[in-house]
C-alpha cells in the first residue's frame, strides 16, 4: 500500500502581520500603530519616528509616572494623529491608538495656558472652553509649531462633569520641512490635585491680585508647616526673608501710582524667577515681600544675594522711562531662634531688615550684630 505523505500548504501571512515583522526588522519595534512608518515618508522622519518610539516604549514599561506620547500632523491640513500613546493614555479612555487623537479632543473640556506678562508681572493664564477650542485649533498648532515647545494644562472630561482629571502637557516639536509634517513628542502628567488646590486658593482670596503672589495668609500657613516639620525633625533648617523695596515712596511721588504698581508687578516676576521649586516667595503687604526656603543660614544669605543682585541689574522699563530699583533684605534662619515662633521668625528678620535699611540699603543683613 502506497502511503502518501501530506504536505502542509504554507500559510498566508496576514498584511498586517508581514508589516510588523518588516517593521521589526527595520527599525526594531514590536509593537507600533501609527502612520508614519508605513507610509510614503522620508528616511530621515522614519528613523526619527522609530527611535522616539523605542526610547517611549522602554519608560512607558516602567511605570514612572508619566505619559509619554508622539503626535504628527501635515503641515496643510492640520490633521492630528498619534504615532505612540503610552498605555495609561489609552487606558483612560478606553480606544485604539487610531481613535485617540478624535476621543481626546472631544474629552478637554478647558484648555489653559500659563505665561509671564511684560506689565502685569507674574503668571498669567489664558482660558479656552471646548466650544472656543474647536475655533482656534489650526492657530494653538500653529503657535506651538513656531515656538518649537508644547506647554498647556487641559481639564479631561471622563464621561461627565464631575468625573474629570487635569493633565499638563510638556513637548517639543520638531518641523520636517520635506516631508512637510510636525512631530510633537512629550509627556503628560495628572496635575489635578494641584489645580483643584490653585482654583480653590483663587476662590477664597488667597493670591495678591496685583502681582499674582501668596498673600500673608498663606504665609503664616507656610510658616505654621514648617515650624512643625523643623520641630519634628523632619527637615534640618529653614530660613525666612523679608524684602523691601528701596525708596519706594519716592517712586511713587516721581512717576505716580501706575509705575508703582508696574514695579510691585514685575519685581514680583524678578524674585520667582530666581527661586527653586521648592521655595516660596510672597507679598507680605505694601511694597514688601517674603520668602520661605529650605536651608541654613549661608545658604539663605546665598538665596538672598542672588535676588537683590538680580534685581540690582534688571532694567525696570515703564513707556520708555527707566526706573531705577534695589531691595534690602533681612533674613533669619529657624536654628537661631531659642524660642521658635511665626511671631519671633517674622519679627526677628524685620529686625535685620531695619538694619539693612540703616547701613544704607541694597544689602542683606542675616546678622543681628554690626559686624
Not at 502637557?169 to 512631530?183: W, Y
Request: charged share 25%; net charge negative.
Amino acid at each position: 500500500m502506497l502511503h502518501l505523505g501530506w504536505r502542509a500548504r504554507p500559510r498566508k501571512i496576514p498584511e498586517k502581520e508581514e508589516n510588523m515583522s518588516k517593521l521589526e526588522q527595520e527599525w526594531g519595534l514590536s509593537h507600533y500603530s501609527g502612520r508614519i512608518l508605513n507610509g510614503d515618508y522620508s528616511h530621515g522622519l522614519k528613523k526619527r519616528i522609530a527611535e522616539l518610539v523605542a526610547a517611549f516604549e522602554v519608560f512607558d514599561s516602567t511605570g514612572i509616572p508619566g505619559i509619554p506620547y508622539i503626535t504628527a500632523w501635515n503641515h496643510d491640513d492640520n490633521i492630528m494623529w498619534y504615532e505612540f500613546a503610552g498605555h495609561e493614555f489609552i487606558q483612560l479612555f478606553s480606544c485604539n491608538t487610531h481613535e485617540l487623537a478624535g476621543v481626546f479632543r472631544d474629552a478637554v473640556v478647558d484648555h489653559r495656558v500659563f505665561y509671564w506678562a511684560e506689565v502685569k508681572a507674574g503668571i498669567q493664564e489664558t482660558v479656552r472652553s471646548q466650544q472656543e477650542l474647536s475655533g482656534v485649533r489650526e492657530g494653538l498648532r500653529a503657535e506651538v509649531a513656531e515656538s518649537g515647545t508644547v506647554e498647556a494644562d487641559y481639564k479631561v472630561s471622563l464621561g461627565s462633569e464631575s468625573n474629570y482629571i487635569w493633565l499638563k502637557d510638556k513637548g517639543r516639536i520638531e518641523n520636517f520641512t520635506d516631508d512637510r509634517i510636525f512631530v510633537s513628542s512629550g509627556f503628560l502628567t495628572d496635575v489635578t490635585n494641584e489645580m483643584v488646590h490653585k482654583d480653590l486658593l483663587e476662590k477664597i482670596g488667597y493670591f495678591d491680585n496685583l502681582t499674582g503672589l501668596p498673600n500673608r495668609t498663606i504665609m503664616h500657613r507656610s510658616l505654621e508647616l514648617k515650624i512643625a516639620e523643623f520641630s519634628r525633625h523632619h527637615v534640618d533648617d529653614f530660613i525666612f526673608l523679608l524684602m523691601d523695596i528701596d525708596n519706594f515712596k519716592k517712586v511713587n511721588d516721581t512717576y505716580g501710582h501706575l509705575v508703582g504698581d508696574y514695579v510691585l508687578s514685575t519685581l514680583a516676576q524678578v524674585l520667582t524667577s530666581w527661586k527653586r521649586r521648592a521655595d516660596e516667595i510672597g507679598r507680605f503687604g505694601g511694597e514688601e515681600f517674603y520668602g520661605l526656603a529650605l536651608g541654613d543660614i549661608v545658604e539663605g544669605n546665598e538665596f538672598a544675594e542672588r535676588m537683590r543682585q538680580r534685581v540690582e541689574v534688571t532694567p525696570f522699563v515703564f513707556q520708555g522711562q527707566k526706573i531705577p530699583l534695589t531691595i534690602s533684605i533681612g533674613l533669619v534662619a529657624a536654628s537661631e531662634l531659642q524660642s521658635l515662633s511665626e511671631e519671633n521668625i517674622i519679627e526677628a528678620a524685620d529686625r535685620r531688615l531695619y538694619k539693612a535699611k540703616q547701613q544704607g540699603r541694597n544689602r542683606v543683613v542675616c546678622l543681628d550684630s554690626d559686624k
